[in-house]
């Protein structure tokens, strides 16, 4: 069972930066892919970025060039810059088992299997 813990949300005012991370545990011997997710009151969870076994990263087109996802042992992080108040909402990383002959969608929730708790980050003006 894998498990993910997220830490690092917080406040921040418009033009700052937060870098956010996700402790992660419980893996086996396979390949996983991973990804952040975003969701704000009122709003359905949307795909921020996301990272393969290979290190591709794809990014939600709201965040390109503001964020990055990176991956060290055991530990996901995304690099938020340039916040605005619309990066306000709940994160949360999440991981799946890659499968061999298709191509995820990986910046859809539906791919993902394991979900961590949720860090807040709150963006003022």
């Known amino acids: 069972q894998v498990q993910l813990v997220e830490s690092g949300g917080g406040s921040v005012q418009a033009g700052g930066s937060l870098r956010l991370s996700c402790a992660v545990s419980g893996t086996t011997d396979t390949t996983y892919s991973m990804g952040w997710f975003r969701q704000a009151p009122g709003k359905e969870r949307e795909g921020v970025a996301a990272i393969d076994y290979d290190g591709s990263t794809k990014y939600a087109d709201s965040v390109k060039g503001r964020f990055t996802i990176t991956a060290a042992k055991n530990i996901l992080y995304l690099q938020m810059n340039s916040l605005k108040p619309e990066d306000t909402a709940m994160y949360y990383c999440?991981?799946?088992?890659?499968?061999?002959?298709?191509?995820?969608?990986?910046?859809?929730?539906?791919?993902?299997?394991?979900w961590g708790q949720g860090t807040q980050v709150t963006v003022s003006s």
């Open positions: 999440a991981s799946f088992e890659r499968e061999w002959g298709r191509i995820p969608a990986f910046l859809e929730a539906r791919e993902y299997t394991w």
